[in-house]
Structures are given as structure tokens and as C-alpha cells.
């Protein structure tokens, strides 16, 4: 096998094993959205690069070292992978002209991909599952936009094990002001910073607070702070968030140095983390971007939204042992004999006519073999098709869990007698 082909590197392979605990996650959350008037949205997975530049920012980490980007060899076109879901979303729903008619509330799901390290919970191609509110000005977006997502930790089970933190970035002008400081703040101490914080520092130096550097904490914790610069307005908006959490009862905390690393942002940002994963502990991000569809050529909307990581949920759910066991079939049919296996592709189609799963048994072997596998896969009832029951159109059911004994019926009466033996399927399953 040395010379087998393998994926690339940070992107996984779903195997049956784990589907059933993405198709429970991926079903809570389907009714989730629902319950909260969100639409679905798909758009493409390659954008033009600029998509991104323009939207995310081009001094970010995501823009300037993560973005799976190529030229389109056929037109000379700059194209790149998605890294995330907001740029998309805004642009589709500007070139749609979504908004004509007020407010949307979208969502999306589906892979994403970035350039990083991968690590457990951080990957190269990663899930999203994200909602944009576009065209909402006012708190009362953010507060919904937090409800929502704690009602989903409770309902996918693991509410105890996530925390709210929140911050504001105040408008436009404060953040200038903030900016300008910032940077007099760090010139003035040049000798102390790192070199990615010597190259931010007049391109991005919000970044720098962000630093996991330790050699830089104190220097970040003395800097100035953005809670100085604010004004009436963004204080007032940031208290009304704070006063619905509470009225919610939803414990957060406010953690100033919570800056996101996509430039678009303003007001209210948020991360919904947990001490489960390690480092890669942000299982859900997001906040208020009020420029961004009139940066983006839209006639000026305010918008919010958050995306959450499908992958660091899921870890977390199988962690606390809330992953499903696998669907199991009704009935797994064993045939021995040349004209019991052709009997038994047509008796499989009518049980399935009947509303039943059926697993028909494939690649031969012996009558005691086939019986192993058909109680290896959870079915309820074995179908036993020999070239005798062929012969007389039926098939011997035996029950494989539970009371009940083997009973040779018309195929018809099969139907009949499976369903009639129990309301609905096992809820578990061995193989
Ligand atoms: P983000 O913070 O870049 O925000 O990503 C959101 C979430 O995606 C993260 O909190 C994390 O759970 C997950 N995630 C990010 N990178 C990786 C990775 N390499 N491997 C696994 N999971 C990852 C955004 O993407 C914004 N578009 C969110 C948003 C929507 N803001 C407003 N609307």
C-alpha cells in the first residue's frame, strides 16, 4: 500500500461510522433554523479572489496566508476556495437584489477552507453551518442572534459546556480614534514588539491585541482600550445587548481583547467557546458588520450574523457520548442458491414496497455465514430465502432480537407480519 493515494492533508474522509452523528446534528439544526424563520442559501464554493480581499480584509491572517487561491488557467482568472460564508452570502444577496423588500434572514452549510495547521478541531477543510440577518439594524438582532444559539446548545445537549463571551467594537469613528492610538501606543514601544506585530502595525494594529505571544501580554493588557473611544451610540447598543442576556438569563462574559479576525465587523462581536477542544475552543463566532454590504457595492445595509464550526461540535458530542448508534434495517435478507438470489432481489423490492429498509445480502457464502452478518447489522428480522421458498414464492422470517419464533410466509403476508411485530425500528444497533 505504499504507494496508495492519500487525501490531503487537514482534510478528512466522513466515514459511515461518524454519519449518523452528522445527520443528527445536521437534523436539529435544519429545525432550528425553521423555528426561527432562517432560509437556506447555497452559493458557489469558488469565488473570485477579490470576493474575499475586499470583504475579510486584506491585512488578516484568513487573506494573507490561508486562502487556497489559483489562476484559472483557461481565462487567467484569480479564483480561491471559500474560507468562509459571509463574503458569499452578501455578495448573492446584492446580485439577487435579496433585499428589496427588507430584511432576510439566510443561512448556509458546507465546507470551508483555509490554509492552517491542522490540529484536532482545526482543519484544512472544515464545515460551517452560518446565518446572515441581513438589512436589521438595532439590538434586539444580536440578542435574537444569541437566544438562538443557546437554545441550540441545549437542544444538540452540551449547554453546560459552552460560554458566551462578548464585546463591542463601536463604530466607524471610535475605532479610528482607537486606531490612532493604538498606534502611537505601540510605536512609542517598538523594541517590544514581535515581527508579526511590527507588520501590523500600521495595517492592522487592532491584530496586535489579539497576540497569543506571551512574551506580549503585558504590553496588550496596558494598551489603550476601545471601551474609551466609544460613543453615546455604541454604548447604548452594547447596554441593550447586555440588559437582554440578562433578561434572558444567559451568562456572558465581556472580554475586551475579543477583536475577530475578519476586518468587517462593528458593534457587538461574540464567541461561543468551551474548554473541551484544547487550543481550537471556539465552537461559534460572530457579530454585527453594518458596512459590509455597502463596502461590497449594496446599497447600505446594517447585517449581523455568526458561523460555527460543524467539526468542534461534533468532536465534542461524540466526547460526551451523544452520538447516535447507526440506523440498523428492518430485515436483512439471507438467499442461498442460485434461484433464491434472483427470488430475493425482487422479494427485497416488495418489502421495500411495503415501507420497510432491507439489506439484501451480497457476494454468496454459507447459510451460517449469512446469518452472522445479518445479526451484525441490527436488523430486526433475518429473511431466509432458500431455492425451496423461491420456489413456492416465500420466505422463512426469523426474528433476530426478542421473543418469537421462525415462521415460513407468502411474501406477500411478509410485509405484514414484520411490520405488525413492533412499532417502527430499533433505536439501536450492534454492527
Ligand atoms: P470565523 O470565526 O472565522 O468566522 O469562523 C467561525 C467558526 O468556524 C469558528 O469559530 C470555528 O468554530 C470554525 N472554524 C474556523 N476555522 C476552522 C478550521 N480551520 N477548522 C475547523 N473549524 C474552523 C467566520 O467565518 C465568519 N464568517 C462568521 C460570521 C458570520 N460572522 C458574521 N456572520
Not at 177 to 193: C, N, P
Not at 233 to 245: D, P
Not at 364 to 383: H, P
Amino acid at each position: 500500500m505504499s504507494n496508495a493515494l492519500r487525501a490531503v492533508r487537514g482534510m478528512n474522509d466522513l466515514l459511515p461510522a461518524e454519519a449518523p452523528l452528522w445527520a443528527r446534528f445536521e437534523s436539529i439544526v435544519r429545525a432550528w433554523l425553521k423555528s426561527y424563520g432562517y432560509r437556506e442559501m447555497r452559493t458557489p464554493i469558488l469565488e473570485h479572489t477579490g470576493l474575499f480581499k475586499r470583504a475579510i480584509g486584506e491585512v488578516t491572517d484568513i487573506v494573507e496566508k490561508e486562502m487556497y487561491t489559483f489562476v484559472d488557467e483557461l481565462n487567467g482568472e484569480s479564483l480561491t476556495l471559500r474560507p468562509e460564508g459571509t463574503a458569499s452570502c452578501v455578495r448573492a444577496a446584492i446580485e439577487h437584489n435579496l433585499l428589496f423588500d427588507g430584511g432576510k434572514r439566510l443561512w448556509y452549510a458546507g465546507p470551508m477552507f483555509r490554509h492552517e495547521r491542522p490540529q484536532k478541531g482545526r482543519y484544512r477543510q472544515f464545515h460551517q453551518v452560518g446565518i446572515e440577518a441581513l438589512g436589521f439594524a438595532g439590538p434586539d438582532l444580536d440578542i435574537e442572534l444569541l437566544l438562538m444559539t443557546a437554545r441550540l446548545w441545549k437542544l444538540l445537549g452540551m449547554a453546560e459546556h459552552i460560554r458566551l463571551e462578548i464585546n463591542t467594537l463601536g463604530g466607524a469613528e471610535s475605532r479610528a480614534r482607537h486606531r490612532q492610538k493604538l498606534i502611537a501606543y505601540f510605536e512609542a514601544r517598538q523594541d517590544q514588539l514581535d515581527e508579526d506585530a511590527k507588520r501590523r502595525l500600521h495595517s492592522n494594529p487592532l491584530r496586535i491585541l489579539d497576540s497569543k505571544n506571551p512574551a506580549m501580554q503585558a504590553l496588550v493588557e496596558a494598551a489603550p482600550k476601545l471601551m474609551d473611544e466609544l460613543d453615546e451610540a455604541a454604548i447604548a447598543h452594547f447596554e441593550a445587548v447586555k440588559r437582554g442576556l440578562e433578561e434572558a438569563g444567559i451568562p456572558y462574559t465581556v472580554n475586551p481583547r475579543l477583536v475577530r479576525g475578519l476586518d468587517y465587523y462593528n458593534l457587538t462581536v461574540f464567541e461561543w467557546v468551551t474548554d473541551k477542544l484544547g487550543s481550537q475552543g471556539t465552537v461559534c463566532a460572530g457579530g454585527r458588520y453594518d458596512g459590509l454590504v455597502a463596502q461590497m457595492g449594496g446599497k447600505p445595509a446594517p447585517a449581523c450574523g455568526f458561523a460555527m464550526g460543524v467539526e468542534r461540535l461534533l468532536v465534542m458530542m461524540a466526547e460526551l457520548g451523544l452520538a447516535p448508534e447507526p440506523d440498523a434495517p428492518d430485515v436483512y435478507i439471507v438467499n442461498v442458491g442460485e434461484a433464491a438470489g434472483r427470488f430475493a432481489l425482487m422479494a427485497a423490492e416488495s418489502l421495500r414496497d411495503g415501507g420497510l429498509d432491507v439489506v439484501l445480502h451480497g457476494g454468496g457464502g454459507s447459510f451460517k455465514s449469512q446469518m452472522k452478518k445479518a445479526d451484525a447489522s441490527g436488523a430486526r428480522f433475518a429473511a431466509i430465502i432458500g431455492d425451496d421458498e423461491a420456489a413456492a414464492g416465500e420466505v422463512a422470517v426469523k426474528p433476530l432480537r426478542g421473543e418469537g419464533e421462525q415462521r415460513r410466509v407468502a411474501l406477500a403476508d411478509a410485509v405484514l407480519m414484520i411490520r405488525g411485530s413492533g412499532n417502527g425500528k430499533r433505536e439501536t444497533g450492534n454492527g
